[in-house]
């Protein structure tokens, strides 16, 4: 099977997430995912969203629908902050719920891959 990719790209702030989780609702809604795993979804791609924020001018998301799952893609998120301790806290609570809420979930020089099975 084919599979779709959908890539969007918003200016890196606060105000423009919620394009991001509409566009992500939108999507899972399309390939068939219930209400629960859209809202953990949304969850996911805001926080690995508010973690991106301000490291670029724009941040971008990238969505690959295959057969079996969606990959969520966002780029410029990190586990930490290394001048900032507070900013540690808040990432690792949001890479936590990211962890806890999608079936599994990398890290790489890039950002986060996001993976929700089908």
């Known amino acids: ?37 859209i809202e953990d979804l949304k969850v996911c791609v805001s926080e690995a969203c508010i973690n991106a924020l301000d490291k670029s001018t724009e941040i971008n998301i990238k969505f690959i629908i295959e057969l079996d799952k969606l990959i969520m893609k966002v780029d410029n998120v990190s586990l930490y902050n290394p001048d900032n301790t507070e900013i540690n806290k808040e990432k690792q609570l949001g890479i936590l719920i990211i962890k806890s809420l999608m079936d599994e979930v990398n890290f790489d020089e890039e950002g986060v891959e996001m993976i929700k099975y089908i």
């Open 1 to 37: 099977m084919k599979k779709d990719i959908i890539k969007l790209t918003i200016p890196s702030r606060a105000n423009y997430i919620s394009v991001v989780r509409l566009t992500t609702s939108s999507i899972g809604n399309s390939i068939g995912f219930n209400i629960d795993d």
